[in-house]
């Protein structure tokens, strides 16, 4: 597999032959399926509006990561709101550089 190093091989080798047992009680993998089923329910729809250009680079990118592009939106949005997901420093915009004053205010939509 590229991209892993010799004790990541170790692991997976040990992983695929049976080697290794979970060290997870009962109750902590009951608790860990629960958390998984609650993050993964999803209980509400939104429709909002993209660019064309924006839409048809999602569904690139999705393709990229082998995923249909709604769940690469809400994946995106999720690391967001939990704060996993920053902005680079060396990602600066033209937008972040202007002065306050010039800024377009949001629409309010």
Do not use: C
Not at 21 to 35: C, G, H, R
Not at 71 to 77: F, G, K, R
């Amino acid at each position: 597999m590229p991209g892993i190093d010799e004790h990541e091989r170790e692991v997976l080798s040990r992983f695929e032959n049976g080697q290794l047992q979970s060290v997870a009680t009962k109750a902590e993998l009951a608790q860990f399926k629960a958390a998984a089923r609650a993050t993964a329910i999803k209980d509400r729809r939104v429709n909002i509006r993209l660019s064309s250009g924006d839409l048809n680079d999602l569904q690139v990118k999705a393709l990229e990561e082998g995923m249909p592009y709604q769940t690469l939106i809400a994946s995106v949005l999720h690391k967001y709101v939990t704060g996993r997901l920053a902005e680079r420093p060396d990602s600066i915009t033209s937008e972040t550089r202007k002065p306050a004053a010039k800024r377009r205010a949001p629409s309010g939509r």
